[in-house]
């Protein structure tokens, strides 16, 4: 099998171009495209020389699903096919990793939740699978509308989660995504979130790469594991089926391979900053106020700095664009002059702030919130009223708030 | 033949596990006519197992190993339960992931398999137990069936939960008192055969491993017909001895008991037209080169 440095340059079936990933994200030229964000992934996947896609509706990501379903029309995707429920979908996610392909697969809320037994799986597994997760309620009664809940239950599964704020954002990290996954000391599952809606069904000027430039293929052998292809020796692979004997050796060989995982995670660090040009973005973080938010929370965390602006409070700002690595030292080092950090989320139990006050030294510093959950917009108003009254400030009542 | 993708080097030969070294010398990948026979005069593509001593599912997975007709291009999906004790001792790639979605894992791994190997034949087995199939993975058993996965499907069907300790199965018997049917089964044994043929399969079976060259044969109609036409489904009486409370030795009968003509393991076939019209054409192409071997050998000691 040819190697992936012999095949740049060199065109695929599409008579797309086979091309060094740094050069086409960081040189080549772009477009500016007025998209969705569903067609943004399509874009993107478009330029990921996939091998598999697998699709199930649930809203808000059904869009994006079938747009892939288009690109395998047009033949850009190996294989594609609706599974018959997300457990089974992430099931057939996993298999179709397991025999070396590339694979892309889409999601949101209740079926992350229904998933959610394959996510510590692929990642024990060592897949390199990439999810999207438009996150949407996952509470009863039923909801569809934008909810960031769902993060929270991903953080520990061993995946790469990363938080995309901007339509920007997924097209750039889909493409980069697939290539810190690969790497052999990384060799992880990458969940690539975003806030369903607000992302997904506007549209935004998303400057893309050319579309007859793609991404070297995957090469499954560049793994830290055996592919399960019968192409290298069926090995036993192990001299007793410890896997679910009661003595220390099971539990040592379960223990060494569950902090292999982590440390896994940990590698990627280094890629991810690479890639993403840091796991944080920052603003201003010599300001006594400091708002620290991930996804569409950062724009209006950068609204309400505009507005504090006009009214004389100087507010910095943090990005937080991967939760898997966490940027501890990055957000530690960030916060360091704040008297006060500003959590903004969109989900009712603030797991945000929650590892941020896990990670800063004086851990009361952390404001967690403001907080709107099950669908609710979140006005940049109602940051800068959270902002102004823990300094002691006057504020406007908000209409309709009770406040 | 693709034994040389086995090999060792020769610097490293006198570290290899002697069973590494014994499947390089005498296993039988890529030996067109492999079969039952084999075993004993080759290395087995399964080393020891850790199944109870006398196990049925010990016999059946050694006869479908030894029958499988391509195994140096064949992946097996296998799922929670007995059988995952056995699968790290086999010599051929195979998957554990989750209980019960191992159909959706074979459903992925199959298409992967084509994506990347067009015009070679990668053959996929799924092979788990009655739980797996029947219970927690019926949707993407079914499922998988539907959308017609070329890969063929093998239930051990033991009609209990047996690694778990004996819990009541949908292929449990009605009436059978158990962990979890404390006053026993309040319904009939699953239909599976009948719900796959209804479902799509192209090749059913239902019987016991009592007869290896039974389970050879059907293991070999299934594969071939999973390969060049749709899902196939092999539903194999492997007796829990030690949750019915047999002996060790008691299997073999136990088996035999159950496939009598009444009984519910009597052998049942179903065979879709166009996998007849398969089987037919692979068995006049077997007569064929079994009539050219001999022909040969009739010149060569003439």
New interface residues.
């Given amino acids: 099998m040819a190697d992936t440095h012999s095949i740049i340059g060199t065109k695929n079936k599409k008579g797309q171009t086979y091309t060094d990933t740094w050069k086409m994200m960081n040189e080549a030229p772009r477009t500016p495209s007025f998209y969705t964000g569903s067609e943004v992934i399509k874009e993107a996947i478009r330029r990921a020389s996939c ?2 896609m ?1 699709a199930y509706p649930i809203t808000p990501q059904s869009e994006a699903a079938a747009l892939i379903g288009e690109l395998f029309a047009e033949g850009y995707i ?2 594609y ?1 609706r ?3 997300e ?3 992430m ?11 590339r ?1 892309f697969t889409t999601t949101a809320g209740p079926g992350t939740m229904r998933a959610m ?2 996510f510590p ?1 692929w990642s024990g ?1 060592r897949l390199p699978i990439q999810m999207i997760v438009t996150c949407r309620g996952i509470n009863s009664p039923l909801s569809i509308q934008p909810d960031t809940l769902e993060i929270a239950y991903l953080l520990n599964t061993g995946m790469l989660v990363w938080h995309a704020e901007t339509a920007q954002d997924f097209f750039d990290w889909i493409l980069k995504g697939y290539i810190v996954s690969e790497e052999p000391d990384v060799h992880l599952p990458l969940a690539l979130c975003c806030d369903g809606f607000f992302v997904t069904h506007t549209k935004d000027v998303v400057n893309l790469t050319p579309a007859d430039m793609c991404l070297p293929p995957y090469d499954p052998y560049r793994s830290p594991v ?1 592919c ?11 001299r ?2 410890f ?2 004997k009661s003595n220390y050796i099971s539990y040592a060989t379960h223990a060494s391979w569950q902090q292999e995982i982590w440390a896994a995670v940990e590698r990627s660090r280094k890629h991810t900053i690479h890639w993403l040009n840091g796991l944080i973005d920052t603003e201003n973080t010599d300001a006594d106020i400091v708002i620290v938010a991930s996804g569409t929370a950062v724009s209006q965390g950068r609204e309400a700095i505009r507005m504090l602006e006009d009214e004389g409070v100087r507010c910095g700002l943090v990005k937080v664009k991967a939760l898997r690595p966490w940027p501890e030292e990055e957000i530690r080092q960030a916060t360091k002059n704040a008297k006060h950090i500003f959590v903004p989320e969109f989900n009712v139990t603030g797991w945000l702030a929650k590892e941020i006050r896990a990670t800063v030294p004086n851990s009361q510093r952390v404001h967690a919130g403001p907080h709107v959950c099950g669908g609710m917009t979140m006005p940049p108003e109602i940051i800068v009223s959270e902002i102004k009254t823990a300094l002691g400030m006057k504020t406007f009542s908000m209409a309709g708030r009770g406040s | 033949m693709s034994k040389e993708r086995i090999q060792i080097s020769e610097a490293l030969y006198d570290i290899m596990p002697s069973d590494y070294q014994d499947l390089v010398k005498s296993a039988t990948y890529g030996k067109e006519d492999r079969g039952w026979k084999d075993i004993g005069t080759s290395k087995e593509l399964i080393e020891q197992h850790s199944l109870c001593a006398g196990c049925p599912e010990s016999m059946a997975f050694r006869y479908i190993l030894a029958s499988l007709p391509n195994p140096e291009d064949t992946v097996m999906v296998g799922s929670t339960g007995c059988t995952s004790l056995v699968f790290p001792m086999v010599a051929v790639h195979n998957i554990h992931s989750l209980f019960g979605n191992q159909n959706a894992i074979a459903s992925g791994l199959k298409r992967a398999l084509s994506v990347r190997f067009p015009g070679r034949v990668k053959d996929v087995v799924v092979l788990a137990g009655d739980g797996a199939t029947v219970d927690i993975g019926l949707d993407m058993t079914l499922q998988a069936w539907f959308r017609q996965e070329k890969f063929t499907t093998i239930c051990f069907d033991n009609e209990l939960y047996a690694n778990t300790g004996g819990q009541e199965s949908g292929l449990m018997q009605k009436g059978f008192v158990a962990k979890m049917a404390p006053v026993g089964k309040l319904f009939d044994k699953v239909r599976l055969p009948e719900i796959a043929r209804e479902s799509g399969c192209h090749y059913v079976v239902n019987c016991t491993v009592s007869k290896p060259s039974l389970v050879e044969k059907v293991i070999r109609n299934a594969v071939h017909v999973a390969r060049e036409i749709g899902p196939t489904y092999l539903q194999l009486y492997t007796p829990c001895i030690l949750e019915i409370g047999k002996n060790s030795m008691e299997g073999l009968q136990e088996m035999r008991d159950s496939e009598k003509p009444a009984e519910r393991f009597a052998y049942k076939e179903y065979i879709s037209e166009p996998a007849k019209q398969l089987l037919a054409e692979l068995a006049a192409k077997d007569k064929e080169r079994k009539a050219a071997a001999k022909q040969l050998a009739g010149q060569a000691s003439a």
């Fill in positions: 091998d598999v697998i190996g294989d096919f599974g018959e429920s457990f089974a979908v099931s057939q996610c996993a298999g179709a990793a397991f025999g070396g392909a694979v037994e394959n799986m597994a055996p399960m292809d019968m192409e290298c020796p069926p090995v036993r692979m192990m007793d089926p896997v679910m």
